[in-house]
């Protein structure tokens, strides 16, 4: 009687557990695994293909290749991973483990990808195949088990959203980071040479993002376990899913969102570089974009207490669609101001091209490069010249501006050549509203794809989370290599030379990738969710069911 009585109790315990809500502590330190990845994700998704074309001189086609065909390998390593963490027992758990064990391997693999050896240009391609290849396993092999720890913490639907919430929003914060930082410190750390600042930079990432995994491996734990007498198999898990609905949504949504996603990043340093010719502002570009991502993600809760998921993410979507469409419609500065100077040979700036003015008679003139001291906020700092002409030597990388002082009408006026052009103001709005849509994405995905794997449960009566996970961030990997490989093919489509003057056809391209194709993206999204039919009432009778049966 006390057995029974015992194994009862046990059982209700193990119920509740279930549906429990956590600390405010376990929740930063999950979401703190998140900030980690981020520290690699950002690169791999706004930075790399610039890398290998700009940096490591690899071509734009043959990098495209390169990001297809290693990308849909590495995304069959993924359901590899979920059936292998499905079936690991330690005494840390199914998951924990990876985190532990994976992050110096991972760092290793990361700063490889970003050395750029000495190389004939077949041997820059296949060091770019192997430690690209190795890089993004170890990712697997720290991902996988990390995403598939959200769905075993608490089946709570609301503590979900608010763990995601918070996941994602130190995952932007880190992308504000690493967006805008990124070409600050790979100038620092290089000292001229820019291939060793991308390498310094990315070993200092790997460092930190060590740190934060271990720091989720030991805040966090495993509360939801699969059914003692479970029985299953790894091709059993994929049917499974084949037969999951919701999930089949959600693969087909993850894929096609990493494409809109991928096209959005890894373009706009192209966009700004060649179209918009201010490549100074591509950091701040970017970590603006992440800070908006980080708002929109820490404000999904309050989002999902008025609206349900799919709904909610269908408004979302629709709203980036319409915006990004209209980003298209936006034009080139008529005037350029601030020049950044691309090349160490002697460079001859004139003021008036600057100012897009005629030289007035007694003005003086004012140079001055602007310097980083933290993110968007320079510092100018003044050059010896005062004429309207500058001459530089050994200059590469400096951003300059000038102002004229000049008198009108018997008074004193000024004419600054970095007044930011109302063209690239609206950029950025346009940029930050969509970012700000797009923001409550991945919280509601990944929550709805935990939902998935309780339906699975409900359905089947197996649990395979990491299976649900791993199948998910296979699609992601393959929306990623979708979107990488039509940049690049674009790219190499429309005439693109690194570091030269592009033409109009490629200047077009560039621009319709970083607006307008994410746009058309964003609305396939919205069909595919039409037909995702996991609602909030059929969710919380799940939940019942599944926990009657443990008590």
């Not at 059936?83 to 027992?89: E, F, H, Q, V, Y």
């Not at 949504?249 to 340093?269: H, K, P």
Request: glycine share 8%.
């Amino acid at each position: 009687m006390g057995f029974v009585g015992e194994s009862m109790s046990t059982s209700n315990n193990a119920a509740n557990e279930r549906t429990a809500k956590i600390s405010l502590a376990e929740k930063l330190g999950y979401g703190l695994g998140d900030a980690g990845f981020n520290f690699y994700w950002i690169i791999i998704g706004s930075y790399l293909l610039y890398f290998y074309t700009d940096i490591f001189g690899l071509a734009p086609a043959a990098a495209a290749v390169m990001f297809l065909v290693t990308k849909i390998i590495d995304a069959f390593t993924d359901p590899l991973m979920g059936a292998i963490a499905d079936r690991t027992n330690s005494r840390w758990g199914k998951f924990r483990p990876y985190l532990l064990f994976g992050a110096l391997p991972m760092a290793a693999a990361a700063t490889l990808t970003m050395s750029t050896p000495d190389l004939s240009d077949s041997g820059k391609l296949i060091w770019a195949y192997a430690t690209y290849s190795m890089m993004m396993l170890c990712y697997t092999i720290l991902s996988t088990p990390y995403s598939s720890l959200s769905g075993v913490l608490t089946a709570n639907t609301q503590e979900r959203n608010s763990i995601f919430g918070i996941r994602f929003f130190f995952a932007y914060c880190t992308g504000i980071i690493v967006g805008a930082a990124t070409p600050t410190l790979a100038e620092l750390f290089g000292q001229g040479d820019e291939a060793a600042g991308w390498r310094s930079t990315m070993l200092l990432y790997s460092s930190v993002a060590t740190v934060l995994f271990w720091i989720s491996f030991l805040s966090t734990k495993e509360r939801i376990q699969p059914a003692k007498e479970q029985q299953s198999n790894p091709l059993t898990d994929i049917v499974d899913l084949i037969n999951n609905r919701p999930w089949i949504i959600l693969f087909i949504l993850a894929m096609i969102i990493m494409v809109t996603l991928t096209l959005r990043g890894s373009s706009s340093a192209y966009y700004f570089k060649y179209f918009v010719e201010r490549p100074d502002l591509i950091g701040n570009y970017i970590g603006l974009q992440m800070a908006a991502y980080a708002i929109g993600a820490v404000c999904t809760p309050l989002l999902t207490a008025r609206m349900e998921k799919a709904k909610l993410l269908i408004l979302l979507m629709t709203i980036v669609g319409s915006l990004s469409i209209l980003f298209a419609f936006v034009p080139k500065p008529d005037s350029n101001g601030v020049r950044t100077i691309s090349t160490n040979e002697v460079t001859v700036l004139n003021a008036q091209s600057l100012l897009g003015q005629e030289p007035v008679p007694g003005a003086s003139y004012h140079w001055a490069s602007h310097e980083t001291i933290f993110w968007i906020i320079k510092k100018r700092v003044p050059l010896d010249e005062s004429t309207n002409v500058l001459t530089l030597q050994n200059a590469k990388g400096k951003v300059v501006s000038v102002k004229m002082h000049y008198s009108e009408n018997g008074k004193s006026a000024e004419l600054d050549s970095a007044d930011m052009p109302i063209e690239i103001i609206i950029m950025f709005i346009l940029n930050i509203l969509i970012s700000l849509a797009l923001g409550p994405k991945s919280p509601l995905t990944w929550s709805m794809y935990a939902d998935a794997a309780d339906y699975n449960e409900w359905e089947t009566g197996r649990r395979a989370t990491a299976m649900t996970f791993s199948a998910a961030t296979f699609s992601q990997k393959i929306g990623g290599a979708v979107g990488s490989a039509a940049i690049g093919g674009v790219l190499a489509s429309i005439g693109y030379a690194a570091n030269q003057a592009q033409s109009d056809a490629s200047q077009l391209g560039i621009v319709l990738l970083q607006t307008a194709v994410p746009g058309v993206f964003a609305f396939v999204a919205v069909i595919a969710l039409m037909f995702y039919n996991l609602s909030g009432e059929k969710l919380e009778q799940i939940q019942q069911d599944l926990k009657d049966r443990q008590t």
